[in-house]
């Protein structure tokens, strides 16, 4: 025979009722600053010159964008620098319908937006660069879909360079439909 | 329990004011390569390391769940990963705990804290306190001893030169320790005559903000000798909880430390700590921390301390021949650095501070306001 568990709350709504319950509101603030050390900083660096960077694993080869001091799989420090598109080809998107507001400043960006996955010229495989897609590109875009035999072309996407770069990942606005490829 | 245990390697960056060049992912890596060169230890699923235990603190790192930022670079990715979230020695402690149980042949444990990262250390602390009654109170863990400091001075009748005595000698036996943080040379009075913080506590009385990365291989006794032969064993580990609330607590009773040193000395066979202890190295993050804690361990009586110090018990009991968290470890840290200070000794790599025939250290790390947790670990010869 199984007994029923009965977790009695003590506190429950009904015997506070007559009780002002405070819930206060505090947001939490410690500046930082975020080293970005030689490979993230290497690769940060680049977008100034509207470059697109890649570090290459030694052993199993793979591309990482952004770059990582190790390949984890191999256990392995990258040490090889790759420059990887700026074009590519569009794998995947999500259609995001809500914003995370920056709790500090409360700005958030425009809904919905299309946060994507490009395979970039010189990669393979999984070696996807996720950034943003222009908005106005969001139900023109086609994804490409490899599963197994079956393969399907994505749309061919450049980058959209911000006129003023201070090497930081908003160096890219975003990518937009390649109208070159047409 | 018929298995020992063994640390076989630790590596370590040098403890430093600002690692501005690196990512804390990068101060672990020359950790990490280190320990695969100098053991040539694999993480193969039947031989290697199948776990990894890290120790990290998400508000220092400004990053929830701290250690996935880190899987990476501990060798972590596809096996076992769990985090410490409290100072490092529980870390040593956890890694003992799966290789005694047997689960384990091997554990790596890799800790890392970069205090420098943010714009201030008490703000970081001052997030530990609950944000209805002590955090707007403004208490941190700096403040936090300062009452404890008092507390301790109005018992035993330590002094402001006491004080600075402490930190004269940590900055001279920091001088002496490869790894240690470089600090000015001071003399007495300039230690007293620096500023306080917060009554009685003098801004030379508090550890200096330091960046650090450290790693430590752990093995059972049967397999060292693929990865050593030189292992230090790891014979005791106690710790203990003491409230949250500071309110709650008897500041110098130092109820949590005894509790934690008796379990760690009753798995150890210690029954004279006194006599028995060859090395202490104590995470005093501020200088009147080492004589309460020493009272803790047993080294010395309760309310003891100002006169084992004046009858040269810190030299006697070679306590924090490293320079002590006071010359600067980071936060976290502490104990991991007083074990790889206690294993250099007894691997007898110490230099100029090297004590003859070493047997056994103590290695002690707190967490929380004015030592709300301790632990204590015993390593031996």
């Given at each position: 025979m199984e007994e029923e568990m009965n977790v009695k709350v003590s506190d429950s709504l009904d015997t506070m009722a007559d009780q002002e319950l405070i819930v206060l509101r505090k947001t939490i603030s410690v500046d930082q600053k975020f080293a970005t050390g030689p490979v993230m900083g290497k690769f940060l660096t680049a977008l100034k010159d509207k470059r697109i960077l890649a570090i290459q694993c030694p052993e199993c080869g793979r591309l990482q964008s952004p770059p990582r001091e190790m390949c984890a799989i191999c256990r392995v420090r990258n040490r090889e620098w790759v420059e990887i598109g700026p074009r590519g080809e569009m794998r995947m998107m999500e259609y995001c319908y809500y914003s995370s507001p920056d709790p500090l400043t409360g700005e958030s960006r425009e809904t919905p937006y299309g946060a994507i996955g490009i395979l970039l010229d010189g990669c393979q495989k999984e070696e996807v660069f996720w950034h943003l897609l222009r908005p106005e590109h969001l139900e023109m875009v086609e994804m490409g879909i490899v599963m197994g035999d079956r393969i399907t072309r994505g749309s061919r996407l450049r980058p959209v360079w911000a006129e003023e770069r201070s090497g930081s990942i908003d160096d890219i606005k975003y990518f937009e439909i390649d109208e070159q490829a047409r | 329990m018929t298995r020992n245990v063994s640390i076989c390697a630790m590596a370590q960056i040098k403890n430093q004011p600002a690692i501005w060049q690196h990512r804390f992912q990068g101060m672990l890596i020359d950790c990490f390569e280190s320990i695969m060169e100098q053991?040539?230890?694999?993480?193969?699923?039947?031989?290697?390391?199948r776990n990894v235990v890290t120790c990290s603190d998400d508000v220092f790192d400004a990053r929830t769940i701290s250690d996935a930022a880190v899987t990476d670079v501990v060798g972590a990715h596809f096996r076992g990963e769990e985090k410490v979230a409290q100072d490092g020695i529980s870390a040593l402690g956890y890694a003992m705990a799966c290789i005694l149980s047997g689960h384990d042949d091997l554990i790596l444990v890799m800790g890392h804290c970069k205090e420098s990262q943010s714009e201030s250390r008490n703000m970081c602390t001052n997030l530990?306190?609950?944000?209805?009654?002590s955090r707007p109170l403004g208490l941190d863990y700096l403040n936090a001893a300062a009452l404890q400091a008092r507390a301790y001075m109005e018992e035993t009748g330590l002094t402001d030169e006491h004080l600075a005595n402490i930190v004269v000698r940590s900055r001279k036996n920091g001088a002496r320790t490869r790894h240690a943080r470089d600090n000015e040379q001071l003399s007495v009075r300039e230690v007293m005559e620096s500023p306080l913080l917060a009554d009685p506590i003098r801004k030379m009385h508090n550890y200096p903000v330091t960046d650090w990365a450290v790693g430590f291989l752990l093995c059972c006794d049967e397999r060292a000798h693929e990865f050593t032969d030189n292992p230090v064993r790891l014979t005791g580990f106690g710790s203990c909880m003491d409230s949250y609330f500071l309110g709650d607590r008897e500041l110098v009773s130092n109820f949590a430390l005894k509790k934690a040193c008796a379990r760690a000395y009753a798995m150890a066979g210690i029954t004279d700590p006194a006599k028995e202890l060859d090395l202490v190295e104590l995470s005093d993050a501020c200088a009147y921390q080492l004589p309460l804690w020493a009272e803790g361990t047993g080294i010395t009586g309760k309310a003891r301390g100002p006169a084992w110090m004046e009858a040269g018990g810190m030299d006697k009991h070679h306590v924090n021949l490293s320079g002590g968290m006071l010359n600067g470890n980071p936060l976290m840290l502490g104990g991991l650095a007083r074990a790889a200070y206690g294993f250099t000794q007894l691997q007898g790599?110490?230099?100029?501070?090297q004590v003859t025939g070493l047997r056994k250290a103590l290695a002690h790390g707190t967490t929380g306001a004015a030592g709300q947790h301790h632990a204590v670990l015993i390593l031996e010869k």
């Open positions: - | 053991t040539n230890v694999t993480f193969d699923m039947d031989k290697g390391i530990a306190f609950d944000p209805f009654y790599k110490a230099g100029t501070n």
